[in-house]
């Protein structure tokens, strides 16, 4: 019974537990304290997997090909995301709000289920092994979307509709792949893949690129993600937002990075353009680092502009790993779990605020920082690391991917990912000065703080980013072990950060002298000054006019004017609308389907006779 | 100076009403409190007197009146038509023109607040000038200035006893 | 030990000159409107005052928390800042961190000012935030060409690089077109006059600083100082070869400022989408031709 | 106004007479002041002096004498002054001509958002004993009953000279550590309250928490709180008797806390 067996134990007992007596209180406690010992026993995995990698009984064969599961070090730093992430998820779910919620029982469940079908996923030991785990993620995805009905079931729907299709291409792909080596195993179709045609090469690494990038929401395929992720419920969304997008990421690595390897993909060289298929990915990737994020600068709900963040932040991690160097790889990793740290904590702050006050409509909030102080700050510790600032763990990550950008040479990336990162500090603001910042309106005057139970996972990731942030060599030594798997260089690093001869970052150095500036600014404050008088609100300048509470005197509505009049005009919703074309399309060929066979049978009879004989040569071919 | 033809044949078709040339462009219209609004339509129907640039009040106490005065312009004939009307002064009531000429509702609200005529039909009589005054509407003649303000203010005495001190001393502005 | 002195000089010596540039400021302005202009302390006479001010009106802790962070971010960003003599920590953290280091004042500034619940201030945050992201995508051109010619981020090499062969390698002769691109941006960063879009007196009350009263205003007038003179020294380091001796070390920051404030005084103001649309043609363009250079060398 | 005037109340003179000596203020505070303490005191009032931001604040006739007094020809630049937009931030309040009723709510209201020591300058006989609109019913005749006043300039209306005196006399208070009558405002609240009610009815207020401040930074006298206050307070706090519709009664409970 090696580690990776006693994983799948603790997956399958909890799922176990949480159908026969999910709905008592203590359920939810008991499912933290299980995510609990799944991940100490991930974390107790370290050592070993760290050089070679870790058997599981669980397998069976099929048609003489053995099919298995093992867990080796990428797999290892996703079993440890999906794990942490699913613990502070039941952590806060097992508290008031989750009483609070109709139907506790079935988002334990489905989180348990969406654990496990992880848990499949990233410990994947062959080419189908990894396709069951994808479908079954997809499937228990699908499952959480959809839970809470209404506006979440056509959301979940268009998810299925992108998911089945990513599948698909997925097991064209692994078809292909065991036509041309006749098995499942990575060596044998990495060994085989050298020596392809490029045209083969091209197709593999298209379908494996497009069906993985559905689940990651690259940038054709990003337009369900945001609706879809938003409608779930609270807890279960942080967990989907944090890691469930990541599992493309995943995969996308494993196969394309891993298997394929990175020089391989560089030699694929796109007839026109001298761009590389590797330089075509990087271009994606850069496409949706910038252009989600100034969707989130536009939206008006909290969960939209997060999940719209989302897809942006996905684009910085698959650029850094694609640069290939060790500092990129390690910035992409590295970036991996600092977003899952501030995403997550940002997801449940806003479910704090929709919990208090029952909206997450920016254009109905403000002033709560009086009265939701301690959600507040973890906002603000998850936009200091969605931004990318200093004392967050998130400027550690990008300023990786900034560096190794720069080593490659590749300026006009760099200039993407720094508008990126402007086009997330403006919308972040745009988030916390609508909810928190501001006039407090009168119908939230009553509104306390969010429970403890709430409260406390959320300060501890943000505790959590802001310490990786301080000390970034904690969360460097995790992803090393990743990235020795992945094959990728070695990345020299310290405690503090990376010191490469063109330019180093010392974290210890940068925030311990953030802190002591930050001392003598205090100083200088509250000792040279008289004493400070708090006024309330309806004491403001407004040109002599006096101000009531009635009438409402507050600036969110369409937050960046300016701006807007700019660029405005370019949100054509030209991919909306391709997406629409897509979608008449199937309806009009389903009714021409629908047409024939409800017409005259005799066609009926001639396709079913094609179907035969097709399906007979095929076997036949065999 | 003489009242122009045609402007004649309109003033002769109404009743009671006098009319003499007051000016260059002026023509000064007396006419009896009912005939007002119908020689309003008339003059901006037929000779195109659309803009009516004011309505004064002049309070008459003696005779216990006040007159309105409607000052309305012919663009096309460049010419200043105003008509008088007197009103009693003990009810101050009188009919709105704001149906023929807009503007009248906020010259009317202006006039209720200031010397009390009460104009029936009017959008509103509500305060918009002195909204925090409570007294009785200041520019009537029984309204007496002086006396309110010597209630409601005090004054700086030109000569305050901590002068007299000083200049008793020697000091003081005049030595 | 020596660390520890650069710590509490070189912030003290960012002030001072910080003060010198607003003196400076004050009188160029004052003579191109033919005037006398204040006298040689005025600067020290204004903050005094505010911070002398007996009552301080504040609009809860965040608003405290904010001047703290604004103080704390630019005195992180001046130890950051090689300047000839002192070495501090530019080691430790190269240019990418010190562009996101000048961000965190701003942020507490933004932070600061929404918890004001004043429109006109959350109006002007909004303006200075969209006024950053203009004037940002020149700037970062510039930069990366620039770290791209130097081959490394690190300041102090910068400065070393630029110093080998006298002026011929500044940063302004190896690439010119960079050099002004990145000017137009750093004036915009300024955020003086033409893109003062964020302070606008007659149109939004001195956005942030409506709400702001005694020694908040005077926190904002030191943060003034820190600013003019972060700017300019980061300009000077990236392009007129850094600090070689401390005179003509400030008589380059000296007239970095002085362009950029007598530009100024002869402009009116932009609209805020005004000045998006003209950062992202002119500048953007020079510097991305600079780049292009740049990168074919 | 249907109540009997407040002749009784008078007050003792303050250094409001345009020109004249009079001895101004009590002292500002009454303990022994440290060695320590009267060099901060004297440098802050040095530099209070030297750097005076101006409201400019056109409430009347006047305000048309400030861009010369500002401006190249008279430049008060040369002596610290510069103009600046909001109360928050000014240390002079400019009265410049008649005040009608509704702008002196708003001239009050500005002057409770100033901060700390703040000066209140006087322009023309309109703001010293009601000038030409003396008989009027709808302007105030005596700024100093509503306001503490530093200094008014006689003359309908004063030249930018007269300005620039008057500005020169007030630094040479600020730099003397005499110009005080701010602290008036707090320590005698009730009775500019009554005058202020006397205009405007018992259930005028504004947003500003006066007495909070005055007990916080130690300038509650025995004038602060008195029958005007009381009167608000039941007034202000029932809102039956809502003077105007255009501010709300919640103001004197501006206590709440933000």
């Not at chain 1, 005259?600 to 079913?608: G, V």
């Not at chain 2, 409570?134 to 003649?141: A, N, Y």
């Not at chain 4, 604040?57 to 630049?77: K, N, Q, V």
Request: hydrophobic share 50%; aromatic share 12%; glycine share 12%.
């Amino acid at each position: 019974m090696s580690e990776l067996d006693f994983l799948f134990a603790f997956a399958a007992v909890l799922i176990a537990g949480v159908m026969c007596c999910g709905r008592d209180g203590r359920a939810g406690w008991a499912a933290m304290a299980v995510y609990g010992a799944m991940l100490v026993a991930v974390m107790a995995a370290a050592g070993k997997v760290a050089g070679g990698s870790i058997p599981s009984a669980l397998g069976f064969s099929v048609l003489g090909h053995k099919i298995g599961w093992r867990m080796d070090g990428l797999g290892w730093f996703f079993s440890m995301l999906t794990a942490g992430a699913a613990f502070f998820a039941s952590w806060y779910a097992a508290g008031e709000w989750g009483r609070a919620q109709p139907g506790m029982k079935t988002q334990h469940l489905l989180l348990a289920l969406n654990v496990a079908a992880m848990l499949l996923l990233v410990n994947a030991g062959d080419l189908l092994s990894l396709f069951i785990g994808w479908e079954l993620v997809s499937w228990a995805a699908f499952a959480m979307m959809a839970q809470k009905g209404g506006p979440a079931q056509p959301a979940a729907m268009r998810y299925m509709i992108y998911a089945l299709a990513g599948a698909m291409a997925v097991l064209a792909g692994i078809m292909i792949v065991h036509a041309v080596t006749g098995s499942f195993a990575y060596k044998d179709f990495a060994a085989a893949f050298g020596a392809m045609s490029s045209g083969m090469k091209w197709l593999l690494a298209g379908l494996f690129a497009a069906g993985f990038g559905v689940k990651m929401a690259l940038m054709p395929f990003h337009l369900w993600q945001a609706a879809a992720y938003s409608e779930t419920p609270g807890a279960s969304s942080a967990f989907l937002n944090a890691v469930s997008a990541r599992m493309g990421l995943f995969a996308l690595i494993l196969v394309l990075v891993k298997v394929m390897g990175l020089s391989a993909l560089a030699g694929l060289h796109v007839p026109l353009i001298g761009l590389s298929a590797k330089g075509l990915l990087m271009w994606i990737a850069a496409f949706t680092m910038v252009i989600p994020t100034f969707i989130a600068l536009m939206q008006t709900d909290a969960r939209m502009l997060l999940t719209w963040h989302g897809i942006g932040q996905g684009g910085y991690m698959l650029l850094g790993v694609l640069v290939g160097t060790g500092l990129g790889t390690a910035g992409g990793l590295l970036h991996v779990f600092n977003y899952a740290t501030y995403q997550m904590a940002l997801f449940l702050a806003v479910t704090a605020v929709i919990h208090r006050t029952g909206t997450s409509d920016l254009d109905r909030l403000g002033g709560l920082i009086t009265r939701m102080p301690w959600t507040y700050v973890t906002l603000l510790m998850g936009i200091i690391g969605l931004a990318g600032l200093p004392p967050m763990n998130g400027f550690v990550s990008k300023w990786m991917i900034y560096r190794s950008l720069l080593d490659s040479g590749s300026a006009f990336l760099l200039i993407f990912a720094f508008v990126g990162t402007l086009g997330t500090i403006l919308s972040v603001y745009k988030l916390i000065h609508n909810i928190f910042l501001g006039r407090l309106r009168p119908q939230h005057e009553g509104v306390r703080e969010a429970p403890w139970s709430m409260v406390a996972p959320m300060l501890a990731l943000g505790g959590i980013g802001f310490v990786t942030g301080w000390f970034p060599g904690l969360a460097l030594n995790l992803t090393d072990i990743a990235q020795a798997a992945m094959g990728a260089p070695e990345l020299p690093h310290g405690l503090g950060g990376v010191a490469t001869a063109r330019g180093s970052l010392n974290m210890i150095w940068v925030v311990s002298i953030l802190l002591v500036a930050i001392g003598f600014g205090a100083i200088v404050f509250y000792f040279l000054g008289n004493r400070r008088y708090e006024v309330n609100q309806l004491n403001n300048y407004a040109g002599g006019h006096f101000l009531s509470p009635q009438v409402p005197y507050q600036f969110s509505h369409e937050f960046y004017p300016g701006l807007a009049r700019v660029i405005g005009p370019w949100y054509r919703g030209s991919i909306v609308r391709a997406e629409q074309g897509i979608g008449t399309l199937l309806d009009v060929s389903g009714d021409l389907w629908r047409g024939i066979y409800h017409l005259a049978w005799t066609p009926l009879y001639l396709l079913a006779a094609t179907v035969i004989a097709l399906g007979w040569a095929i076997m036949g071919g065999m | 100076m003489s009242i122009p033809a045609r402007l004649n044949e309109v003033l002769n078709e109404l009743p009671a009403i006098q009319a003499r040339p007051a000016g260059a462009r002026r023509v000064r219209v007396d006419v009896a409190p009912q005939g007002l609004p119908a020689l309003l339509e008339l003059l901006k129907g037929r000779l195109g007197f659309i803009h009516l640039s004011a309505i004064s009040c002049v309070d008459w106490i003696e005779d216990g009146q006040f007159e309105l005065v409607y000052h309305v312009w012919s663009h096309e004939m460049k010419l200043l038509v105003s008509c008088h009307v007197r009103i009693a002064r003990e009810p101050g009531v009188y009919v709105s023109v704001h149906d023929i000429h807009e503007p009248a509702g906020f010259f009317e609200r202006d006039i209720h607040e200031m010397f009390g005529v009460h104009f029936d039909g009017a959008p509103s009589m509500e305060k918009f000038i002195l909204t925090s005054w409570e007294g009785p509407p200041p520019m009537r003649k029984d309204f007496n200035t002086r006396k309110h303000v010597e209630e409601t203010f005090e004054w700086v005495d030109y000569r305050p006893d901590w002068l007299k001190d000083i200049e008793r001393k020697g000091g003081g502005i005049e030595s | 030990m020596r660390l520890l002195a650069d710590i509490v000089l070189m912030p003290l010596i960012a002030f001072i000159t910080g003060l010198f540039l607003v003196l400076m400021y004050r009188r160029v302005r004052a003579k191109i409107e033919r005037r006398v202009g204040p006298p040689f302390f005025q600067p020290v006479y204004d903050i005094v005052k505010l911070f002398a001010k007996k009552t301080q009106i504040s609009h809860g802790v965040m608003h405290d928390l904010s001047i703290v962070l604004l103080l704390g971010g630019y005195i992180t960003a001046e130890i950051f800042l090689p300047v000839p003599g002192f070495k501090g920590l530019a080691e430790e953290g190269d240019l990418l961190t010190l562009i996101y280091i000048m961000m965190v004042p701003m942020l507490g500034l933004a932070l600061g000012v929404g918890s004001c619940a004043n429109p006109n201030g959350s109006i002007g945050i909004s303006r200075a935030l969209t006024a950053m992201l203009a004037y940002d995508v020149p700037l970062a051109v510039a930069i990366i060409g620039a770290t791209m010619t130097y081959g490394t981020t690190n300041l102090v090499e910068i400065v070393r690089i630029q110093q080998e062969g006298g002026m011929a390698t500044w940063g302004i002769a190896t690439m010119p077109l960079l050099a002004i691109g990145g000017y137009l941006a750093v004036h915009g960063m300024f955020g003086k006059e033409p893109f003062e879009i964020y302070i606008a007196p007659a149109e939004i009350a001195t956005g942030p600083m409506v709400e702001m009263s005694g020694k908040y205003m005077g926190a904002l007038f030191i943060m003034q100082c820190f600013q003019l003179y972060t700017i300019g020294v980061l300009y000077v380091t990236l392009f007129l070869g850094g600090g070689e001796n401390w005179p003509l070390f400030l008589i380059k920051v000296a007239a970095v400022v002085f362009i950029s404030v007598a530009v100024t005084n002869v402009y009116g103001r932009y609209r805020t989408d005004k000045v998006v649309r003209w950062m992202w043609k002119w500048p953007t363009g020079i510097a991305l031709l600079g780049l292009a250079l740049v990168m074919a060398k | 106004m249907t109540d009997k005037p407040l002749k009784s109340h008078v007050r003792p003179p303050q250094d409001t007479m345009p020109g004249g000596a009079g001895q101004g203020c009590p002292a500002p505070d009454a303990q022994t002041r440290s060695i320590w303490r009267r060099i901060m005191d004297d440098f802050a009032d040095h530099c209070r002096a030297r750097s005076l931001f101006v409201l400019h604040y056109c409430t009347g006739c006047g305000a048309i004498e400030l861009p010369p007094t500002i401006t190249s020809r008279f430049d008060m630049e040369r002596v610290g002054i510069t103009p600046m937009v909001t109360p928050r931030q000014a240390d002079i309040l400019l009265i410049t001509g008649y005040l009608s009723l509704k702008t002196l709510k708003r001239v009050i209201l500005s002057y409770e958002q100033m901060q700390g020591p703040k000066y209140v300058l006087g322009f023309g006989s309109c703001t010293i004993n009601g000038g030409m609109y003396w008989n009027s019913y709808a302007t105030m005749k005596r700024l100093d009953q509503y306001i503490p006043t530093d200094l008014f300039i006689a003359g309908c209306m004063p030249r930018p000279e007269a300005v620039q005196q008057v500005l020169l006399k007030l630094i040479e208070d600020i730099d003397a550590g005499r110009a005080n009558a701010w602290q008036d405002y707090y320590r005698n609240y009730d009775f500019y309250l009554g005058n202020q009610q006397r205009l405007f009815g018992a259930g005028w207020n504004t947003p500003t928490d006066v007495i909070g401040e005055a007990r916080h930074y130690g300038y509650y006298g025995p004038g602060t709180e008195g029958e005007h206050t009381r009167l608000l307070a039941e007034g202000g706090g029932s809102a039956a008797r809502l003077a105007h519709a255009e501010y709300p009664s919640t103001a004197l409970t501006g206590r709440i806390k933000s």
